[in-house]
């Protein structure tokens, strides 16, 4: 019995062992929370508070039975008496969150205070510090913008009581009073604020204070990065993009400029081009004029250079106001420069010298960034910038320069040395500030540009030519295009050999159409100062009246497209000239007025804005249309008043479309950049009955908004483009999306992928446009995969704007960066030679081919300068381009929106550094040129045999047997050989294809270009309108070819003799004597050719031009 109770005591012992090691291993499992939320119902404070702090924790599992006691759980968090508030609000604040329930989540999260922990890793965590900061800046941005027109009212009635009373407009009146930020919501943030500073997340911090206009969180921040430099940089790269308002935009710019000054002497120096870019932007002349004179007036070449590179970055941004003012403020070189002509042409470089060429991600279409370089003798140090991409940082290819001279002075003849060598009289200080005044000029960078230009030209001749050869030359749209095509692809390379090779054919070229020929000559010259009169002379108005004009016209248009945006007072005087004297033809109003608005673009020249306003009201619908736009480019981004009140009452009197949009385009340039400020008019524009005039609405949407990537203005086009009754409207309202998302391309095919799929065709073109404008030369796969399917649309015109945003988008593109650009150069070509293709379709195929070329394939569309600031010739002359649709020769003017991707090294003296040299890590293939265009040659079609009965091979063969008798009785006679019958057209064809080389071609006379000596007289009476001399060289030709036919047919006869000894021998030759009877007679006629030496072949050429003509 003892020993059976020791066992038993053992027994239950490893059972209760036994169990507690289960409890261990596997815990309990909690299937419901019945038994908590019982407690809720208990009286007992104690209990609640157990039972709240048990739901807390699984509250993620078992929201769904909590959510049934919501309102007991809220009643406790509204118990003034009840100690743990927080808590309840906490529960309910989770409950809320899974029933996806988010604003009472946030409110209830805003009542646990300190118990909503920000730095828990939770999904409902970062939900609600989500939706907290959303709704914190945009109470925000409310009470920031009620602060604004509470202070624009206040101006505006401090001008009323000085200039009398006026009536209060609508918009004025006070609104009510908005409530206060929530004081728990404001907590929340800051405490964000605080816990970002805390683990080093200064740029998350920023991001958030500059979304909330906090100006006084950005300066805390800014101040407690370490790095201070980096984080400012940081501050002004995103004050462009994220911050949507200009009147906070300026404030955070001040604030930068003073942050900047307040850094050490040794600091600032490295931050002064940055500092001048925030100066720029604030359109402080004064100041950036003392930062250039103190670099200047240092004897260093590092300050020498670091002056020159603010110059170039600041030249780069367009701005020519800024630029003259700038130059008004900066001092004039003691000693008296020559006088300056019209225009500067670079110098030819030093025997082996070359720009460097296109290194930076082909894709980005950034612009060129022209390092100034400090040095001594043969070694140079690049101060300045390279070319990136716009995702990032491919630097650019290694090159080694040779020593030479490539800048020219304003001043004609002797160009580069006045500008780069130092004269006897020229102080080394007066030599600074001229060079410096010629950088700023933009004449520095325009002709290193159109250097780099015209030596890395790699457009595809062949590839022209097969075009041309593809497309009925008898229709005008396709010739006109061809010539488009061209201009672009030799944008800014004063290259036109391709004109020069095909005069007869350029001359096919008639009216309107030969007004853009001659205007495309100014796209290929464009930047070519000097000599713009002498290229365009032939073509220019001459003193006598011509019929016609559109030559004349052309060349002055072409003459603006030359001298683009920078404004020259001989041009100017010229064109004035050509404007007031040809007051009775349309045609020569028409270029004068283009030319001068793209010559004064942007200059707010009052005098010059008089004169356009008399010929708009003189209601010519060619004139006036030319007029309008020239108004508009004149005052660009002036807001003028007068301006805008002028052309709209002008646009609701006139009865001709073409000036009403013309003057809708015009009130779009005149408020550009001017985003809030524009509000009035769109307003206005956008309530009127003229679907016209709503067209241009939507156009000053995207000229003011450009870049900005405004929510508002998005929504606005957004309902317009699906609501508006207009095509054209909507139309227009899709392509201003390219505009005002131009900053933020990845964005784009995101926002229209469902327009893409509209049944409206109209919206389905603008939305392959709007790709095209925003993703210029990125080569983003996401745009190109939404295009590809475009250009098989059932609409032409749809399929033509799908192969132009090809042509924009694949920009410097290679088969590297997108696979599908070998595929989409393939899709031009076999569109464009589609015979059953539509014609519009085939002319957008053709211009694709010249965009994605563009620029001897050396250039790209770039909305944005180096230093991130908004391009205005890019934002105009995509503007403009835009109206092809209406108007084909302002399609020239995307050759403003084009930057050369390369990188340029100077030295302090403005000279090519001996040694220059850049790292590149990237991929040789990445920026590769594409493989020069290729003829695929079809296989020659094998004969079949013909089957050949033997009795009519005796027959045959007895006739040449008579045939040699009858020859060799008469011997040599020449006047058998004058009497014989002339030999059939086959013979004469089958000589010509054995001897292709001996056919006789007339060359075409050389159309005269930067260069040319010869060929003026030829050239002119091309395109112009003026006799020409060119009939007595057609007429010598045609009797050469005609002596030629006579002496070919006697040859011919001469060389039918044949004997059968001839044809047995080549049978012992093993050659094949196999023929047709029609075959036999060119057979003889070639044997006879090869023992005469080839005496035949110049006849059988000439009988093969006669037949070719004559079919």
């Known amino acids: 019995g003892r020993s059976l109770w020791i066992v038993s005591v053992c027994a239950v012992g490893c059972v209760d062992l036994m169990s507690a090691a289960c409890k261990v291993e596997r815990p309990r499992q909690v299937s419901s929370a019945a038994g908590v939320l019982s407690l809720l119902d208990e009286q007992e404070y104690s209990l609640r508070v157990l039972a709240l702090q048990k739901l807390n924790s699984v509250v993620d599992q078992f929201w769904a039975e909590i959510a049934d006691y919501l309102a007991d759980i809220e009643s406790l968090y509204e118990d003034p008496k009840f100690d743990h508030r927080e808590l309840a609000a906490l529960v309910a604040s989770k409950v809320y969150y899974h029933l996806e329930e988010y604003d009472d989540a946030l409110r209830l999260a805003l009542g646990a205070g300190n118990l909503f922990v920000l730095s828990e890793k939770s999904q409902y965590v970062h939900t609600i510090i989500s939706r907290c900061i959303d709704e914190y800046v945009s109470e925000r941005v409310k009470h920031d913008e009620a602060k604004a027109k509470e202070e624009e009212a206040a101006a505006r009635q401090g001008a009323q009581h000085e200039g009398g009373a006026a009536p209060m407009d609508v918009d004025q009146q006070p609104q009510a009073a908005l409530k206060p930020i929530d004081s728990r919501l404001e907590a929340i943030v800051e405490r964000m604020f605080d816990q970002c500073v805390e683990d080093r997340e200064y740029r998350q911090a920023l991001g958030i204070a500059l979304e909330a206009r906090r100006l006084d969180r950005v300066e805390g921040i800014i101040k407690a990065a370490p790095n201070t430099s980096d984080i400012l940089r940081y501050c002004l790269r995103h004050a462009q993009t994220v911050i949507l308002s200009k009147r906070f935009r300026t404030h955070v710019l001040e604030l930068l400029v003073r942050v900047y000054r307040e850094f050490p002497p040794v600091e600032l120096e490295g931050e002064l081009a940055n500092l001048c870019q925030c100066l720029f932007f604030l359109n402080d002349v004064t100041a950036v004029a003392n930062i250039l004179k103190d670099l200047v007036d240092k004897q260093d070449q590092k300050h020498t250079a670091m002056a020159y590179q603010i110059a170039f970055d600041i030249a780069n941004n367009e701005d020519q106001q800024f630029l003259k003012?700038?130059?008004?403020?900066?001092?004039?070189?003691?000693?008296?420069?020559?006088?300056?002509?019209?225009?500067?042409?670079?110098?030819?470089?030093?025997?082996?010298?070359?720009?460097?060429?296109?290194?930076?991600?082909?894709?980005?279409?950034?612009?060129?960034?022209?390092?100034?370089?400090?040095?001594?003798?043969?070694?140079?140090?690049?101060?300045?910038?390279?070319?990136?991409?716009?995702?990032?940082?491919?630097?650019?290819?290694?090159?080694?320069?040779?020593?030479?001279?490539?800048?020219?002075?304003?001043?004609?003849?002797?160009?580069?040395?006045?500008?780069?060598?130092?004269?006897?009289?020229?102080?080394?200080?007066?030599?600074?500030?001229r060079l410096l005044r010629y950088i700023l000029d933009g004449d520095a960078a325009i002709d290193l540009h159109l250097l780099f230009l015209s030596q890395k030209c790699k457009a595809d001749l062949q590839l022209l030519e097969h075009i041309k050869n593809s497309v009925d030359q008898r229709n005008s749209i396709s010739h006109n295009g061809i010539v488009i095509a061209h201009s672009i692809m030799h944008a800014g390379t004063t290259e036109d050999e391709f004109l020069r090779k095909n005069l007869d054919w350029l001359a096919k070229a008639v009216s309107w159409a030969k007004f853009t020929a001659t205007a495309s000559l100014g796209v290929i010259h464009k930047g070519h100062f000097k000599n713009s009169m002498k290229v365009l002379e032939p073509y220019l108005p001459q003193t006598a009246p011509q019929p016609g004009g559109y030559s004349e016209g052309g060349a002055l248009y072409a003459l603006g497209l030359i001298h683009a945006n920078h404004s020259n007072p001989t041009v100017r005087q010229y064109l004035m000239q050509q404007l007031l004297a040809s007051s009775q033809n349309e045609q020569i109003q028409h270029g004068a007025c283009l030319g001068l608005g793209l010559l004064c673009m942007g200059s707010h020249d009052e005098e010059l804005y008089e004169k356009l306003k008399e010929v708009l009201f003189t209601d010519s619908a060619i004139a006036g249309e030319a007029a309008g736009y020239a108004m508009g480019l004149v005052m660009l981004g002036s807001t003028s008043e007068h301006a805008i009140s002028e052309?709209?009452?002008?646009?609701?009197?006139?009865?001709?479309?073409?000036?009403?949009?013309?003057?809708?385009?015009?009130?779009?340039?005149?408020?550009?950049?001017?985003?809030?400020?524009?509000?009035?008019?769109?307003?206005?524009?956008?309530?009127?009955?003229?679907?016209?005039?709503?067209?241009?609405?939507?156009?000053?949407?995207?000229?003011?908004?450009?870049?900005?990537?405004?929510?508002?203005?998005?929504?606005?086009?957004?309902?317009?483009?699906?609501?508006?009754?207009?095509?054209?409207?909507?139309?227009?309202?899709?392509?201003?999306?390219?505009?005002?998302?131009?900053?933020?391309?990845?964005?784009?095919?995101?926002?229209?992928?469902?327009?893409?799929?509209?049944?409206?065709?109209?919206?389905?073109?603008?939305?392959?446009?709007?790709?095209?404008?925003?993703?210029?030369?990125?080569?983003?796969?996401?745009?190109?995969?939404?295009?590809?399917?475009?250009?098989?649309?059932?609409?032409?015109?749809?399929?033509?704007?799908?192969?132009?945003?090809?042509?924009?988008?694949?920009?410097?593109?290679?088969?590297?960066?997108?696979?599908?650009?070998?595929?989409?150069?393939?899709?031009?070509?076999?569109?464009?030679?589609?015979?059953?293709?539509?014609?519009?379709?085939?002319?957008?195929?053709?211009?694709?081919?010249?965009?994605?070329?563009?620029?001897?394939?050396?250039?790209?569309?770039?909305?944005?300068?180096?230093?991130?600031?908004?391009?205005?010739?890019?934002?105009?002359?995509?503007?403009?381009?835009?109206?092809?649709?209406?108007?084909?020769?302002?399609?020239?003017?995307?050759?403003?929106?084009?930057?050369?991707?390369?990188?340029?090294?100077?030295?302090?003296?403005?000279?090519?550094?001996?040694?220059?040299?850049?790292?590149?890590?990237?991929?040789?293939?990445?920026?590769?040129?594409?493989?020069?265009?290729?003829?695929?040659?079809?296989?020659?079609?094998?004969?079949?045999?013909?089957?050949?009965?033997?009795?009519?091979?005796?027959?045959?063969?007895?006739?040449?047997?008579?045939?040699?008798?009858?020859?060799?009785?008469?011997?040599?006679?020449?006047?058998?050989?004058?009497?014989?019958?002339?030999?059939?057209?086959?013979?004469?064809?089958?000589?010509?294809?054995?001897?292709?080389?001996?056919k006789t071609a007339t060359a075409p006379a050389p159309l005269r270009g930067a260069g040319q000596q010869g060929g003026e007289e030829d050239s002119a009476s091309i395109l112009s309108d003026m006799p020409s001399t060119r009939g007595a060289d057609v007429a010598s030709t045609a009797a050469t070819i005609g002596e030629y036919l006579e002496t070919s047919h006697t040859e011919v006869e001469s060389t039918t003799s044949i004997d059968a000894r001839s044809m047995a021998a080549r049978s012992e030759r093993k050659e094949d004597v196999t023929m047709t009877p029609a075959d036999a007679p060119a057979a003889a006629a070639a044997a006879a050719a090869s023992r005469g030496g080839g005496s035949s072949s110049v006849g059988g050429a000439a009988g093969g031009t006669q037949q070719q003509r004559g079919s």
């Open 647 to 998: 052309l709209l009452a002008y646009a609701h009197d006139t009865q001709h479309e073409k000036i009403i949009r013309a003057c809708a385009l015009s009130l779009a340039l005149i408020m550009f950049k001017r985003e809030e400020e524009a509000e009035t008019l769109i307003q206005q524009l956008m309530m009127d009955k003229d679907p016209i005039l709503r067209y241009g609405a939507m156009f000053t949407i995207a000229m003011a908004y450009c870049g900005s990537y405004s929510n508002t203005a998005i929504r606005r086009l957004l309902h317009v483009s699906v609501s508006d009754v207009s095509d054209d409207v909507r139309r227009a309202a899709v392509i201003a999306l390219g505009f005002i998302l131009c900053n933020v391309p990845e964005q784009v095919p995101k926002v229209v992928n469902l327009l893409c799929q509209s049944y409206n065709p109209h919206v389905r073109y603008a939305s392959c446009i709007a790709l095209g404008i925003a993703c210029a030369g990125t080569a983003m796969s996401e745009a190109v995969n939404l295009l590809i399917p475009m250009a098989s649309d059932t609409t032409d015109f749809v399929r033509q704007g799908a192969l132009l945003a090809l042509g924009l988008v694949l920009q410097q593109a290679t088969d590297a960066l997108n696979e599908k650009t070998k595929d989409v150069r393939e899709l031009f070509i076999k569109v464009l030679a589609d015979k059953h293709e539509d014609i519009m379709t085939r002319f957008g195929a053709i211009l694709a081919y010249g965009l994605i070329d563009a620029g001897g394939r050396n250039a790209a569309v770039s909305f944005y300068s180096k230093a991130g600031s908004l391009r205005s010739e890019a934002a105009v002359g995509m503007c403009l381009f835009c109206q092809l649709w209406y108007w084909f020769p302002l399609i020239h003017t995307v050759a403003l929106a084009f930057q050369p991707t390369g990188l340029i090294g100077l030295t302090t003296d403005l000279k090519m550094p001996s040694s220059f040299a850049v790292k590149n890590t990237a991929k040789p293939e990445m920026f590769a040129y594409p493989a020069q265009f290729q003829v695929k040659k079809d296989d020659a079609p094998t004969k079949t045999t013909t089957a050949v009965l033997s009795t009519t091979v005796k027959q045959q063969l007895k006739k040449r047997q008579s045939t040699m008798h009858i020859d060799d009785k008469e011997g040599d006679s020449p006047t058998a050989a004058a009497a014989a019958p002339p030999p059939p057209p086959s013979v004469a064809v089958k000589e010509a294809e054995t001897d292709e080389g001996s």
């Open 325 to 433: 003012d700038l130059l008004s403020h900066l001092p004039a070189p003691k000693v008296p420069e020559p006088p300056q002509q019209a225009a500067a042409e670079p110098a030819a470089p030093a025997e082996g010298a070359e720009v460097a060429p296109a290194a930076a991600e082909t894709g980005a279409g950034e612009p060129t960034a022209t390092t100034a370089a400090q040095g001594e003798g043969g070694s140079t140090e690049a101060a300045g910038a390279a070319v990136t991409a716009s995702s990032g940082e491919a630097p650019a290819a290694d090159q080694t320069q040779a020593d030479a001279e490539v800048l020219p002075a304003a001043s004609g003849e002797g160009a580069a040395e006045a500008v780069a060598e130092t004269t006897q009289e020229e102080t080394p200080e007066d030599k600074k500030l």
